[in-house]
């Protein structure tokens, strides 16, 4: 069954009235060496942040109308205004401290293939993935600053994007639930087989991409390449493996 997304609407509702905000009046003080350090990383995660969900809102709505679930579409709404305001508020962060802006980046065309070629299920999936490594990273870059403005900022994006990565992944839970009882009883053994490993080997690499695009601010919080792939794969173990995914991959 879906969750209850009564529950997760007023959740949602909640914070587009009452988003967290960085507190003003905070020490905003960046080091040369801590702006050399962070700005192409940081204006790497702003620009991945980007995007008008159009994709993920159509097949929400195909969704809500098969389920006859009209607040999954505002839930999903609300999301996109969030992950908007983060893009926002990681931008006047940069223009206060003279970091430029990207344009592009490949690492977000990739991701962006995978969301919109892939089934539904998995697009969640990989969307999740992207968030759970977010939130290593934003741990790690608020270790490498003294900036307090920064550091709260990144514990303001974790915050809301755990409870992102909760909802998203009761709702697989929820939508591998109501598949058919035959579908089920025949893609328990696959996925034990194949589909969780095949997905939990997408998540390794994604994680290890982005070891090799932030390098520098990782090294400096103290992750090896081993060491953060292990720390992501932890969260995903925490928050995915429970999830089934198999159908994902093969509907």
């Keep these: ?7 997760w609407l007023n959740h949602f509702e909640y914070h587009a009235q009452h988003p967290r905000r960085v507190p003003p009046g905070l020490s905003d003080v960046l080091t040369q060496d801590e702006r050399k350090l962070i700005a192409s990383s940081i204006a790497t995660f702003q620009r991945g942040e980007h995007s008008d969900g159009r994709t993920l809102l159509a097949a929400v709505r195909r969704l809500a109308h ?3 679930a009209p607040e999954l579409e505002r839930i999903t709404e609300l ?3 969030e992950e908007q305001r983060h893009v926002t508020l990681l931008a006047e962060f940069m223009r206060d401290h003279s970091i430029p802006l990207k344009r592009h980046h ?11 070629c892939a089934s ?3 697009a969640l999936n990989v969307l999740i993935a992207a968030e759970l490594i977010g939130n290593v990273y934003y741990r790690a870059l608020e270790s490498v600053t003294g900036c307090q403005r920064l550091r709260i900022l990144c514990r303001t994006l974790v915050a809301d994007e755990l409870a992102h990565i909760g ?14 009882r ?18 939990k080997g997408f998540f390794a690499c994604a994680a290890g991409l982005v070891w090799m695009t932030h390098r520098a601010v990782l090294r400096r919080s103290g ?6 792939v292990r720390t992501c794969l932890a969260q995903y173990a925490f928050h995915l493996e429970q999830v089934p995914t198999g159908q994902a991959l093969i509907t």
Excluded: C, N
């Design 79 to 81: 999301f996109i205004r």
């Design 1 to 7: 069954m879906l969750p209850d997304l009564r529950i």
């Design 182 to 199: 035959g579908a089920r009883a025949f893609l328990r053994p696959a996925y034990k087989a194949l589909a969780g490993p095949v997905h």
């Design 120 to 122: 539904f299920q998995f």
């Design 66 to 68: 098969a389920r006859a």
């Design 223 to 228: 992750y090896t390449a081993v060491g953060f």
């Design 106 to 116: 490949w690492t977000e065309s990739l991701f962006r293939l995978l969301r919109g």
């Design 167 to 180: 909802f998203f992944s009761e709702l697989l839970r929820g939508l591998r639930a109501q598949g058919p």
